[in-house]
T-cell receptor, first 111, second 113 residues
Framework: DSGVTQTPKHLITATGQRVTLRCSPR?????VYWYQQSLDQGLQFLIQ???????AKGNILERFSAQQFPDLHSELNLSSLELGDSALYFC??????????FGSGTRLTVV | DQQVKQNSPSLSVQEGRISILNCDYT??????FLWYKKYPAEGPTFLIS?????DKNEDGRFTVFLNKSAKHLSLHIVPSQPGDSAVYFC????????????FGKGTKLTVNP
């Protein structure tokens, strides 16, 4: 157990739908990062939050949004889902910038 | 534009031999580098890191070498074990900065018994 909890582990949904992925960071970590791993792709950075505020944005689609709550857990919202959004979504947390602790990911399948 | 490149999608070695995984980067601002290991159905886990003030860092069977002039780093695993079979990701960042880690696409290592 890495200490970073992601739910759900698996999600199957239809095109056009909206889903929410949840991440609880490791205790004491203020930063949360979201990454997407598609087939044959590396880990693509989506967005970072630090203590409730957006810190950095990567290749995140306008259909996607995220937030970090006062208890530091984070949610990634994916809407108007397309087949190409099927991927593994990882959340990571860190206390500083010297390395992340990753959760085990949410596998999203859009059918 | 990929700032961190792992040009070998896969690597196969025999148990007991050396595994060498390579990584190149283009952004000269990067000064902190990490390797992560990922098993199927699990998240990546931190393996070893190196700061740009060093050219080598060793941790047990794992050694990372950094060649700043060539913008190249490599991970050596000696001796390789079947349990090392996983996908290895190279990552880079600006030390002490607020920038996120930039990852390569990964190299799948298979260690054959």
């Amino acid at each position: 157990d890495s200490g970073v909890t992601q739910t759900p582990k698996h999600l199957i949904t239809a095109t056009g739908q909206r889903v929410t992925l949840r991440c609880s960071p490791r205790s004491g970590d203020l930063s949360v990062y979201w990454y997407q791993q598609s087939l044959d792709q590396g880990l693509q950075f989506l967005i970072q939050y630090y203590n409730g505020e957006e810190r950095a944005k990567g290749n995140i689609l306008e259909r996607f949004s995220a937030q970090q709550f006062p208890d530091l857990h984070s949610e990634l919202n994916l809407s108007s889902l397309e087949l190409g959004d099927s991927a593994l979504y990882f959340c990571a947390s860190s206390h500083d910038n010297y390395g992340y602790t990753f959760g085990s990911g949410t596998r999203l399948t859009v059918v | 534009d990929q700032q961190v490149k792992q040009n070998s999608p896969s690597l196969s070695v025999q148990e007991g031999r050396i595994s060498i995984l390579n990584c190149d980067y283009t952004n000269s601002m990067f000064d902190y580098f990490l390797w992560y290991k990922k098993y199927p159905a699990e998240g990546p886990t931190f393996l070893i890191s190196i700061s740009s003030i060093k050219d080598k860092n060793e941790d047990g069977r794992f050694t990372v070498f950094l060649n700043k002039s060539a913008k190249h780093l490599s991970l050596h695993i000696v001796p390789s074990q079947p349990g090392d079979s996983a996908v290895y990701f190279c990552a880079a960042s600006v030390e002490g900065g607020s920038e996120k880690l930039v990852f390569g696409k990964g190299t799948k290592l298979t260690v054959n018994p």
